[in-house]
C-alpha cells in the first residue's frame, strides 16, 4: 500500500498468536496500522479513543472490541486502557476443533457488523477469568502441546463471545448458516475478484436466489448487500490510507473502468470516490 501519512503493516507474530495486558503495550498507538491478524480487545478500564476503519469509538468502561485482519485502527495518543489484548492469525486458528468455526465466522467475516460488544457484568467478569487464565499460559516456559492449549483456551472465549452476539438466534447451526458461513468465507478472499452473486452461488453449488433468500434470514441483508459491502469497506480504506488514485483502486478492486468504479461508490455511498478521499483528509487534517 501506498502511505499517505505513515500507515504501519502488522508486524509478524511467533506462532501467529499473542496476548498481553494492554496497559503494558497499547498496540497501534498514534499510527494507522493494516492489521495482518484478527485481534480482540477486552477493555477492563480507562477512557481513550480507538479508530478503526472510518469510525470512531471513544471508550469508557468495559467492553469488547473485534477487529479483523484487513482493517485499519489507531489508538489516539492520549487513550490510557487497561485490559487484554490478543492477536491470532488464520493457521493458529487451525488448531482450534472445528466446532468453533462458527464462532469465528459469526464474530469475524463481517467485522464492521460486530465491532464492539457489550458484555454485561457477569459476562465481564467470566471474560477477565478467562483472558487472565490465557495469559499465564502464554507466558508459561514451554512444554510440549502449549500451542494446542492456547487454541483450546481461545475456543473457549470465542464461544462465549458469539454467544453474546447470537443469543437467541435459531439460524446459527442451521444448514442455511452452515452455507452462509461458507459465502462470507469465499467472500473474505474473493470479493477483489468476484462481485456478482452467481459468481459465489455456484462456488456453493446453489441458486442465486437461495443465496439471497438465505443471507436475508441469517443478516437481514441480500448476498448482493453484502457483497457491495465488502467491496465499499475495502475502497474506502484504500481511499483514506493509500495514495494509489482511483484508476489504481478500480483495477485493485476488478473493476473494468475508473468510471465504472465510481458510478459503483456513489451509489453505494452517495458520494464520489474524489470527494470521499477530500472529506477524510480535510477531517484529519
Known amino acids: ?103 469465528k465466522a459469526v464474530l469475524f467475516n463481517n467485522a464492521a457488523a460486530n465491532q464492539q460488544l457489550l458484555p454485561d457484568q457477569t459476562e465481564t467478569d467470566e471474560f477477565l477469568s478467562l483472558f487472565k487464565i490465557l495469559l499465564t499460559e502464554y507466558k508459561a516456559d514451554s512444554y510440549t502441546n502449549q500451542m494446542d492449549v492456547l487454541a483450546a483456551y481461545l475456543k473457549i472465549i470465542m464461544i462465549k463471545l458469539a454467544n453474546i452476539k447470537i443469543v437467541k438466534e435459531e439460524t446459527f447451526d442451521s444448514q442455511d448458516y452452515i452455507i452462509y458461513r461458507k459465502f462470507m468465507e469465499l467472500l473474505s478472499s474473493q470479493y477483489h475478484n468476484l462481485h456478482a452473486v452467481n459468481d459465489y452461488s455456484e462456488l456453493l453449488n446453489i441458486t442465486p436466489r437461495r443465496l439471497s433468500e438465505l443471507c436475508k434470514r441469517c443478516s437481514n441483508k441480500s448476498a448482493k448487500e453484502i457483497i457491495n459491502g465488502q467491496i465499499v469497506a475495502e475502497a474506502k480504506r484504500l481511499l483514506q490510507f493509500s495514495s494509489y488514485t482511483v484508476k489504481e483502486i478500480a483495477y485493485q478492486l476488478n473493476f473494468n473502468t475508473s468510471e465504472q468504479f465510481s458510478h459503483f461508490f456513489k451509489k453505494n455511498t452517495e458520494i464520489s470516490p474524489v470527494s470521499y478521499r477530500s472529506n477524510f483528509i480535510h477531517i484529519r487534517v
Open 1 to 103: 500500500m501506498k502511505p499517505v501519512s505513515g500507515i504501519l503493516t502488522e508486524s509478524v507474530i511467533d506462532h501467529s498468536f499473542s496476548v498481553k495486558r494492554l496497559e503494558e503495550h497499547i498496540p497501534y498507538s498514534g499510527s494507522f496500522v493494516r492489521l495482518n491478524y484478527h485481534h480482540i480487545l477486552m477493555i477492563e478500564s480507562g477512557r481513550g479513543v480507538l479508530v478503526i476503519d472510518e469510525h470512531t469509538f471513544d471508550i469508557a468502561g468495559q467492553r469488547i472490541f473485534l477487529l479483523s485482519k484487513g482493517q485499519i485502527c489507531k489508538f489516539e495518543n492520549h487513550s490510557d486502557v487497561c485490559g487484554y489484548h490478543i492477536s491470532f492469525g488464520d493457521c493458529f486458528w487451525e488448531r482450534v476443533p472445528s466446532s468453533a468455526s462458527n464462532c
